[in-house]
T-cell receptor, first 111, second 116 residues
């Protein structure tokens, strides 16, 4: 399982774009990069997943460079409700059932 | 709407008590997981199950056991609760045959257990 490294915390003002970068130097060839979001007193929630290049959904975008040693989660125009902890995971395919959550990045959105 | 439910949001027990944490999912998922979450340590996997009556140890199984008699239900058991088991416990399930983890993992709301 890929070991990931993220900043412990970030602050942002409302309306700004937030980019959270995750390092995963030993990611395996068949691992996907997956991001989860966790609000206080709730379980984590899947946000986005990708293998390489760019993936976009209604919540976020995920940028993965060609070497796949890092990835960047981009949250456009954040609001107070985006205050949460964001986890980056390397997720394997068949035969790899375990998700390893690191400590995540605590994003605080300021009015 | 998919759902993972846990029997209690808050639980207070005394040292030495036997504690049962129940988790139920309504998505017909094969794989179910129990994590604990502590400040500064992130989520750590305790046990998981990939089929009825099947279980495997995660990273921190000591002091815990599990039971999966039905596909939809996965129970975490603290045989003799201790104060260092005070934590937030999260149950999750994931779709997929075998052991694929590409799919989205769905989490319950968590049980905050305090052992006095």
């Amino acid at each position: 399982l890929a070991k990931t490294t993220q900043p412990i915390s970030m602050d942002s003002y409302e309306g700004q774009e937030v980019n959270i970068t995750c390092s995963h130097n030993n990611i395996a060839t068949n691992d996907y990069i997956t991001w989860y979001q966790q609000f206080p007193s709730q379980g984590p929630r899947f946000i986005i997943q990708g293998y390489k290049t760019k993936v976009t959904n209604e919540v976020a975008s995920l940028f993965i460079p060609a070497d796949r040693k890092s990835s960047t989660l981009s949250l456009p125009r954040v609001s107070l409700s985006d205050t949460a902890v964001y986890y980056c995971l390397g997720v394997g395919g068949a035969g790899s059932y375990q998700l390893t959550f690191g400590k995540g990045t605590k994003l605080s959105v300021i009015p | 709407d998919v759902k993972v439910t846990q029997s209690s949001r808050y639980l207070v027990k005394r040292t030495g008590e036997k504690v049962f944490l129940e988790c139920v999912q309504d998505m017909d998922h094969e794989n179910m997981f129990w994590y604990r979450q502590d400040p500064g340590l992130g989520l750590r996997l305790i046990y998981f199950s990939y089929d009825v009556k099947m279980k495997e140890k995660g990273d921190i199984p000591e002091g815990y056991s599990v039971s999966r008699e039905k596909k939809e239900r996965f129970s975490l058991i603290l045989e003799s609760a201790s104060t260092n088991q005070t934590s937030m416990y999260l149950c999750a399930s994931i779709d997929g045959q075998g052991r694929s983890s590409y799919n989205e993992q769905f989490f319950g709301p968590g049980t905050r257990l305090t052992v006095l």
